[in-house]
């Protein structure tokens, strides 16, 4: 069992930043997968950015490249995801997660992952 608790969300104008942290404890494993997914009013759980393990490997979805950056402190076993640029399609709840899956087209798809944090609100106003 993984247990994951996200940080940092709030309320902040477009062009703005966050920086949203999600804290893993409990069951260790040699190789994993965590990721952030989003889910708006109405609309499906979507990917947002994943990090092997290592560090080594990030993925992101176009809507975020070059807006958002993963990162991992394995030390604190702490992912990070630095928003920056934030537009008001941003506003979702942001949801932590971990998967077994350590590569390849199953990383953007929701189901592959096997726990998922409570969820923080993320509010970008235009």
């Known amino acids: 069992q993984v247990q994951l608790v996200e940080s940092g969300g709030g309320l902040v104008q477009a062009g703005g930043s966050l920086r949203l942290s999600c804290a893993a404890s409990g069951r260790t494993f040699s190789s994993y997968t965590m990721g952030w997914f989003r889910q708006a009013p109405g609309k499906e759980r979507e990917f947002v950015a994943a990090?092997?393990?290592?560090?080594?490997?990030?993925y992101y979805a176009d809507s975020v490249k070059g807006r958002f950056t993963i990162s991992r402190d394995n030390a604190k076993n702490t992912v990070l995801l630095q928003m920056n640029n934030l537009k008001p399609e941003d506003t979702a709840v942001y949801y932590c997660?971990?998967?077994?899956?350590?590569?390849?087209?199953?990383?953007?798809?929701?189901?592959?992952?096997?726990?998922w944090g409570q969820g923080t609100q993320v509010t970008v106003s235009s």
């Open positions: 997660s971990w998967t077994r899956v350590t590569y390849g087209p199953s990383l953007y798809r929701k189901d592959e992952y096997d726990y």
């Open positions: 990090i092997r393990w290592s560090g080594v490997s990030t």
